[in-house]
């Protein structure tokens, strides 16, 4: 994959972090990869930009700013697209940044605009903005905007960011799966194009209402999203308040990570975790 996988293989694993919680606890933490060979797919996140961190159990886990992504090695019934979860979007500086990487950069054109993308060796597309993509800002709701939110309407002063996570829910469930996210774990609504979206610190969630039934992520290569979580045993607690049935309780395993399962209404697997993301 080039010099600068190979470059970057070389150097001094890093502390995982994601981003700092927003006013209910929570950011984005992870996605989790069940994929055939997890040294291709390590070199293809490190093409990226993604860096390389401690382990966690059997999983290889890679840094970006605000997400970490884990890879373990197991077999699939598909990659992302298929399920409700279709796929993650991140901004870079520029398309010729990541061919220089090594990778292939697939050009498409939507409605006059243009956006890219890159096929893992699992077979999952990532999504690719450049930096002044006018698919990139997003639109807060009145009342709503932060300083955070507003990162997506600034000009890069990295080299890559996480940018979106998009879901494909029913045909006019779009609304309702904002309002479920928002209500569960805060953040700040919205619009991303003509999607309706929310933002957490260190992810634009982003919602489609589509014709197709579609699977749940659970089994898929993309197997869970994950949340990192502070104070995550009470957190559980008033979700479990809340009507919201757990997968798997809160439990502490002896790594000193919290986490808790839970799947949203259109089959999304999401585990929650405190201690994961690095936080100080």
Not at 94 to 102: D, K, L, N
Not at 121 to 146: I, K, M, N
Not at 195 to 205: E, H, W
Request: with cysteine; charged share 20%; glycine share 12%.
């Amino acid at each position: 994959m080039g010099l600068g996988v190979a470059t970057l293989a070389a150097a001094v694993p890093l502390s995982a972090q994601v981003a700092a919680p927003n006013a209910a606890g929570v950011a984005m933490g992870h996605l989790h990869f069940h994929v055939r060979d997890v040294v291709a797919d390590r070199e293809f996140w490190m093409a990226l930009g993604a860096r390389p961190t401690r382990p966690f159990g059997h999983a290889q886990v890679l840094s970006f700013d605000g997400l970490l992504i884990l890879l373990s090695q197991g077999e699939s019934s598909g990659p992302a697209a298929g399920s409700v979860v279709d796929h993650v979007a991140l901004r870079v500086k520029s398309f010729t940044q990541v061919e220089g990487a090594g990778l292939m950069v697939e050009r498409r054109r939507i409605e006059g605009r243009e956006s890219g993308g890159v096929v893992s060796p699992s077979g999952d597309r990532v999504e690719l903005f450049e930096d002044r993509a006018v698919q990139v800002p997003f639109a807060p709701d009145a009342g709503h905007s932060t300083p955070l939110a507003e990162r997506h309407n600034r000009p890069l002063d990295v080299a890559v960011m996480p940018h979106h996570l998009h879901f494909d829910v029913p045909e006019g469930a779009d609304r309702a799966a904002q309002a479920w996210y928002l209500k569960v774990f805060g953040g700040v609504p919205g619009t991303r194009f003509h999607y309706q979206a929310m933002d957490l610190p260190g992810m634009n969630l982003n919602f489609s209402g589509v014709p197709t039934k579609l699977a749940p992520t659970k089994g898929r290569t993309l197997d869970h999203v994950g949340f990192e979580v502070k104070g995550l045993e009470a957190f559980c607690r008033r979700l479990t308040a809340a009507g919201i049935r757990l997968d798997r309780p809160y439990s502490l395993g002896t790594g000193g990570v919290a986490t808790a399962l839970l799947t949203d209404p259109w089959g999304s697997s999401l585990e929650l975790t405190e201690g994961l993301g690095g936080w100080k």
